[in-house]
């Protein structure tokens, strides 16, 4: 078995950490035991990118369980939890698999890796072998972010012109590492990636930002094969991108700096679903939170919870706390650095990390880079001014605390395996598209988590559902319904 994960002695730990996550996780469990005997993954290959944590290592043992074959990387250098990736290479107990002998799956991730080791770690995930030893590619992806969703579709596009373009042809160091990848691959064979392609039955996509991607790709008509959405299940925006951010974020601020929370201000870019959460998880600490934002509706909404709004010029030289939750790029520039206070905290909680101008700070003349401690770093200006920077501008939830708990992830992947059920099962009914689960499914979501939390739900009588126009066992909303 391949795989490259930080130190495989952690993989005791981390089953002792899956073991308690799945206590955690009833909408998985309860997966395992629904589908298990049917197997509906049987056949599927499944190539993983999503930061590989404990959550994760419940997620590729669901899909296992399923009958999946599965291959496995990180989405961002800086989340991975070691153990759970050693974990997970070790395998379950009943495989037997040890250290020495690991008979888990295969997983290429570990915490910290270079721009370089992420993109030929994601290019890993495509080598599959079938039965006869034979080398064969995915026919399924789940992807976050959607990294190697755009892998793969790159490397058909650069494959029917014939080449790949330049290291030169970007600025962008992240894309040149892509290129690079590519190039190599084109010059060992020139189908690989079509050849993969043809093979794909669907995508399934964890975020915002790899979603958009996802309408992108299908609005200018070059999209592959069918995706679902999964960010757009109620119970994964509305729970995982809101309650999830509300728990992690404050975590990974006080693990990185320890700072009073309690007080400060505290500008929260962005009022979506993360901003909500993110929000609420500082002022539940007493910051006073300003919000930032575009749109008149979240900026209606922010100023009804009880959020002053205003633009970041307005508040960036008293502001203490800054987190972008935007999706978007370019929020936090080299202009607002130089405003901000002495020992000022700049995160971001977006997925990537062009929400604050790294490359820009960096160039600042004079300006010097110090390490506190890994992923939290403050910046010297040339007058004495210091501002803290939190996992170098990445999600720093997942960098510098370990994500989001388990019970809301429990949510998000159930959604997870139910896509990748109806893609790989179903694959006649989803032409290529984008596509969102069935209310239906999204209901049964929730349901499964409601036993663990006590929840009593009221059961519609027969004369209320008539009266309401919706069957007594649901779906109860329409899809225009916002919750
Ligand atoms: P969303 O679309 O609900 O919210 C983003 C908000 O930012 C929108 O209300 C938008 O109007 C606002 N915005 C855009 N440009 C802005 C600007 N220049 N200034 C101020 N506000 C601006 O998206 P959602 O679901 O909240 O996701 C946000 C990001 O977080 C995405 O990149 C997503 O992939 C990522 N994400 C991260 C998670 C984590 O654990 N760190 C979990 C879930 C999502």
């Given amino acids: 078995m391949d795989y490259k994960v930080a130190d495989l002695s952690l993989a005791e730990f981390g089953r002792k950490e899956l073991t308690l996550a799945e206590h955690e996780m009833p909408g998985l469990v309860s997966l395992r035991t629904t589908y298990g005997d049917a197997q509906p993954l049987k056949g599927a290959r499944i190539a993983g990118s999503l930061h590989m944590t404990i959550q994760t290592g419940v997620l590729i043992e669901t899909l296992v369980a399923l009958g999946a074959d599965v291959r496995w990387a990180t989405c961002n250098i800086f989340s991975t939890q070691d153990h759970a990736a050693a974990a997970v290479v070790v395998g379950r107990p009943e495989t037997g698999g040890t250290a020495e002998n690991p008979k888990g799956t295969p997983v290429f991730a570990w915490k910290g890796e270079t721009l370089a080791e992420y993109w030929d770690e994601a290019e890993k995930v495509f080598d599959f072998t079938d039965e006869a030893g034979n080398p064969v590619g995915p026919n399924m992806l ?83 094969f069918p995706a679902i959405n999964v960010n757009d299940s109620v119970t994964k925006s509305k729970f995982d991108n809101k309650y999830g951010c509300r728990h992690s974020l404050i975590d990974g601020i006080n693990r990185g700096t320890d700072v009073m929370i309690g007080g400060k201000v505290a500008v929260v870019c962005g009022y979506g679903d993360v901003g909500k959460g993110s929000a609420e998880s500082l002022r539940g600490q007493g910051a006073r939170v300003i919000i930032t934002e575009i749109d008149p509706i979240c900026a209606l909404q922010a100023a009804m919870d009880g959020y002053e709004v205003k633009r970041l010029e307005t508040v960036v030289d008293y502001a203490d706390i800054f987190i972008t939750t935007t999706g978007n790029f370019d929020i936090i520039k080299v202009e607002h650095f130089e405003k901000m206070k002495h020992q000022a905290i700049v995160g971001n909680i977006g997925h990537f990390d062009n929400e604050i101008d790294m490359a820009g700070l960096a160039k600042i003349p004079g300006i010097v880079k110090d390490e506190i401690k890994p992923q939290v770093h403050q910046w010297i200006f040339p007058d004495g001014k210091k501002v803290i920077v939190l996992s170098e501008g990445r999600l720093l939830n997942l960098g510098n605390a370990t994500g989001h708990p388990s019970f809301v992830m429990s949510n998000s992947f159930t959604n997870q395996v139910l896509a990748q059920i109806e893609l790989y099962t179903k694959t006649e009914e989803y032409p290529v598209g984008v596509y969102v689960l069935p209310k239906h499914l999204d209901e049964e979501v929730a349901r499964l988590h409601l036993d663990a939390l006590g929840v009593e739900l009221t059961i519609l009588t027969q004369e209320q559902a008539d009266y309401l126009g919706v069957p007594v066992e649901g779906p109860f909303k329409s899809d225009l319904y916002r919750y």
């Avoid at 650069?158 to 190039?183: C, H, I, M, W, Y």
């Avoid at 050849?195 to 992108?216: C, F, H, M, P, Q």
Wanted: hydrophobic residues 35%.
């Fill in 142 to 224: 789940l992807d976050d972010g959607g990294d190697i969703t755009m892998l793969l579709h790159l490397g058909v596009e650069f494959e029917k012109a014939g080449a790949v373009p330049g290291q030169d042809s970007t600025d962008n160091e992240e894309f040149k590492e892509v290129l690079r990848v590519l190039a190599r691959s084109l010059e060992n064979s020139k189908t690989r990636w079509t050849n993969i392609a043809n093979d794909v039955k669907g995508v399934s996509e964890e975020t915002t930002t790899g979603v958009l991607r996802l309408y992108d790709r299908f609005k200018e008509g070059s999209l592959l």
